[in-house]
């Protein structure tokens, strides 16, 4: 089931009223996305709520828009044409097949892996087989069932014996008492021995597991990998749980030996991210079915070089190719353009901006934006000109603000050796005026007119105009100027 739209967030973190209709994009998602986000524009946030479609809502409320007076309200639209949406603090249906790596993940996961356990569904290890494994299952939570009623029982026959007068040292001699006793201890040790054969009959597939984690971790790491795996589970909880040992350049830290060595200070921050992200690449391997999920990836890597940055790539778009659909979230906008160039799926590029202090969703163009200076303001202007930019104030501002810094920017790298630094548009053609048939500025005479006129259109809107931000922008008159500016550039 892939997300095919996003319709609107609504007093969700810094998504305080986003609707596709605040922004350049449609709204509709790719099998593969990438989402720029600059620290602080809603990126966390965003991979949190598709966290919670998986069935924690709580999540979105806990991450309710500060100071706002209604509750989040969110609407996706699903590739079946069906409507997903969070109202009333819950979302209407829930999408089980979604895998989250993120800050979260690895903090609940490096030093002890934590598989999803629900009773009702089998866990990765048990996929291969189900019914077997659901049939010892069943038999599990009847025996549980019999024996919180046995439980109950018991508690009912001590209530009985106090209320005539038995104290509780007599208890352990009331026959009824004892049987009952007996019987759940019976049905508990039952219970157990079948969680141990649960555990058994999938003691291959956690071996597998290591052995995928080890995979991965030797193109991240030359010399760590697990030694050694165990399974353990707290109480009822609905959480499988798996220790490991570790071998490190030579030396291996066993289970028994975890409790005398923090991992926590002897890992270096690379080496937890490494560990965490091969546990979850692992982890999606096991999947038979990974074709039908969502996978979301936030920040891959903190703390890695430019080898693990682009071993973390291959392994990603490789990832995207196989899921059914695949968002990766980042900061990091020299790794959204090398992910780009090396996904072999067509990719949708977002960014997050905050506007009027809210966050919202816009088609990115990361080319444009890996470039710099000069050559991003003379692409800004192609773009506009060729219709690639909304005539919306924000960007149409932007537009203008490119016109100077282009001119200017042709000079300086034509006339290099006439003027300096410190010179601008203005000085430019203060120079043109004055030139002589000797100066290299003499030949730009008959365009001295048009670079005034240009130069007059842009003031208005330059910083140096303290009303520069009140005065509107004509559609019509901008594409005229840039038009005559593009013009312009190539004469000069």
């Known amino acids: 089931m892939m997300i095919k739209k996003l319709v609107y967030i609504k007093n969700y973190s810094k998504f305080k009223n986003f609707n596709i209709s605040k922004s350049d994009w449609d709204g509709v998602f790719k099998k593969v996305n990438i989402i720029y986000a600059p620290n602080g524009s809603g990126k966390t946030s965003f991979s949190v709520l598709l966290r919670s479609i998986k069935g924690n809502p709580d999540l979105i409320m806990k991450k309710k828009t500060f100071d706002s007076a209604e509750d989040p309200s969110i609407k996706f639209i699903l590739n079946s044409n069906q409507e997903l949406k969070f109202y009333n603090s819950s979302w209407n249906k829930s999408l089980l097949q979604i895998e989250v790596f993120d800050s979260f993940y690895l903090d609940e996961n490096l030093y002890v892996i934590s598989i999803d356990d629900d009773p009702n569904q089998p866990n ?31 508690t009912n026959r001590k209530n009985k014996l106090r209320s005539n007068g038995f104290d509780k040292s007599s208890y352990r001699n ?20 079948l969680e141990n054969l649960r555990l058994a009959k999938t003691e291959n597939q956690r071996q597998i597991y290591k052995q995928k984690i080890n995979s991965y971790l030797s193109l991240f790491c030359d010399n760590i990998k697990l030694s050694e795996i165990k399974t353990f589970r707290k ?15 030579g030396h291996n830290i066993t289970i028994a030996e975890r409790n005398s060595v923090s991992l926590k200070y002897f890992l270096s921050d690379g080496d937890k991210n490494a560990l965490a992200l091969s546990f979850f690449l692992a982890k999606i391997d096991m999947l038979p079915n990974k074709d039908s999920y969502i996978i979301i990836v936030d920040d891959p890597f903190t703390s890695f070089d430019s080898h693990r940055k ?41 960014k997050l ?7 919202v969703f816009m088609l990115h163009n990361i080319k444009l934006e890996m470039l710099t200076g000069f050559n991003k303001d003379i692409m800004t202007l192609r773009n506009y000109l060729d219709g690639n930019i909304i005539d919306e104030p924000l960007y149409l501002r932007e537009v203008v603000r490119c016109i100077r810094p282009t001119i200017e920017g042709i000079f300086k790298i034509k006339y290099y050796n006439y003027i300096t630094e410190t010179q601008w548009l203005g000085d430019f053609i203060s120079l043109v005026r004055s030139s002589t048939e000797n100066s290299p500025f003499y030949r730009l005479r008959p365009l001295l007119d048009e670079l005034e006129e240009i130069n007059d259109y842009s003031k208005i809107y330059h910083h140096s105009n303290p009303n520069y931000l009140e005065v509107g922008i004509s559609p019509l008159e901008l594409k005229n100027y840039v038009r005559r500016t593009l013009y312009l550039i190539e004469q000069l």
């Open 310 to 350: 682009m071993t973390t790539i291959t392994q990603l778009t490789k990832l995207a190719s196989k899921v059914e659909q695949f968002f990766l979230l980042t900061h990091d906008l020299h790794f959204a353009n090398d992910f780009v160039n090396a996904c072999t799926n067509e990719t949708l590029n977002l």
């Open 353 to 359: 901006s905050t506007i009027h202090h809210g966050s």
């Open 124 to 154: 990765i290890f048990e996929l291969s087989i189900s019914e077997e494994i659901q049939e010892i299952k069943e038999k599990i939570l009847s025996l549980k069932q019999n024996s919180s009623k046995l439980s109950q029982k018991i």
């Open 174 to 193: 009331d026959a009824n008492l004892i049987n009952l006793r007996n019987q759940r201890d019976d049905l508990q040790k039952q219970i157990l021995d």
């Open 235 to 249: 109480g009822n909880s609905h959480t499988q749980n798996i220790v490991y040992g570790l071998e490190m350049e």
